[in-house]
């Protein structure tokens, strides 16, 4: 597939196991995360949101967790599905800006 | 009943050659972006426009030109094109000139250049 050849970091998991992907952010002023999953030939795609008032929010089988004193961010999948297979990005808006930064990626795969 | 759509989804053209990629969305969104996609999977933001108002330049050569017609459109031109500018280009749209909203993405467009 199109993650070959590809250095991100990857996460295998079995099906119906739950799977955490972490991202590290930059910078300390940012107040709004988001991730997106993008699946080969496609866009990136809308996931959940988090600002940074909150450090937890929940949507149907996905939850991210925000830590602003370590600058981490991560996105826990209930019960993996082999359509969650992608890679998934996080990204952060620095300073109440104008921009999303994105993360590099990560790979999951999830095996049947 | 596609929410942000771009032509072509596939672009191959010769080394030097002027080319056009169009954007679309029936969001109501009032902003809209162009990322670069390179092939290590790696996103950056190009340009952004609010009300059809250039508000992001990220430091790109001059020979890509981004118009918006209306809020609704932004495309982007890209002239004398490089072996560098091969890469997907991605269009996106959101509420708010902040990016403190969901950005929608489209497919994207695979430009490869010979």
Redesign the interface.
Same mark, same amino acid.
């Given at each position: 597939g199109e993650s070959v050849g590809l250095h991100l970091p990857t996460l295998s998991v079995q099906e119906g196991d739950n799977s955490i992907i972490n991202c590290a952010y930059s910078n300390s002023a940012s107040d709004y995360f988001i991730w997106y999953k993008q699946e080969s030939g496609k866009g990136p795609q809308f996931i959940i949101d988090i600002r940074s008032n909150m450090d937890k929010r929940q949507g149907q089988r996905v939850t991210v967790l925000l830590n602003k004193t370590v600058k981490h961010l991560s996105l826990q999948i209930a019960a993996t599905q082999p359509g969650d297979s992608a890679v998934y990005f996080c990204a952060e808006n620095p300073l109440n800006g104008n921009k999303l930064v994105f993360g590099a990626g990560t790979i999951l795969r999830v095996k049947s | 009943d596609t929410a942000?759509s771009q032509t072509p989804k596939y672009l191959v053209t010769q080394m030097g050659n002027d080319k056009s990629i169009k954007c679309e969305q029936n969001l109501g969104h009032d902003t809209m972006y162009w990322y670069k996609q390179d092939s $290590? $999977?790696?996103? $950056?933001?190009m340009f /952004?426009y609010?009300n059809k108002e250039l508000?992001?330049n990220?430091t790109v050569p001059n020979r890509f030109s981004p118009k918006s017609p209306d809020k609704a459109h932004l495309n982007l031109h890209i002239n004398s094109l490089e072996l560098g500018d091969s890469a997907v280009y991605?269009c996106?749209s959101s509420q708010g +000139?902040?990016? /403190?909203q969901?950005?929608?993405? +489209?497919? +994207?467009t695979r430009l490869s250049i010979l």
């Amino acid at each position: 597939g199109e993650s070959v050849g590809l250095h991100l970091p990857t996460l295998s998991v079995q099906e119906g196991d739950n799977s955490i992907i972490n991202c590290a952010y930059s910078n300390s002023a940012s107040d709004y995360f988001i991730w997106y999953k993008q699946e080969s030939g496609k866009g990136p795609q809308f996931i959940i949101d988090i600002r940074s008032n909150m450090d937890k929010r929940q949507g149907q089988r996905v939850t991210v967790l925000l830590n602003k004193t370590v600058k981490h961010l991560s996105l826990q999948i209930a019960a993996t599905q082999p359509g969650d297979s992608a890679v998934y990005f996080c990204a952060e808006n620095p300073l109440n800006g104008n921009k999303l930064v994105f993360g590099a990626g990560t790979i999951l795969r999830v095996k049947s | 009943d596609t929410a942000v759509s771009q032509t072509p989804k596939y672009l191959v053209t010769q080394m030097g050659n002027d080319k056009s990629i169009k954007c679309e969305q029936n969001l109501g969104h009032d902003t809209m972006y162009w990322y670069k996609q390179d092939s $290590k $999977k790696f996103l $950056k933001i190009m340009f /952004s426009y609010n009300n059809k108002e250039l508000i992001i330049n990220e430091t790109v050569p001059n020979r890509f030109s981004p118009k918006s017609p209306d809020k609704a459109h932004l495309n982007l031109h890209i002239n004398s094109l490089e072996l560098g500018d091969s890469a997907v280009y991605f269009c996106a749209s959101s509420q708010g +000139g902040r990016a /403190s909203q969901p950005q929608h993405f +489209g497919d +994207g467009t695979r430009l490869s250049i010979l």
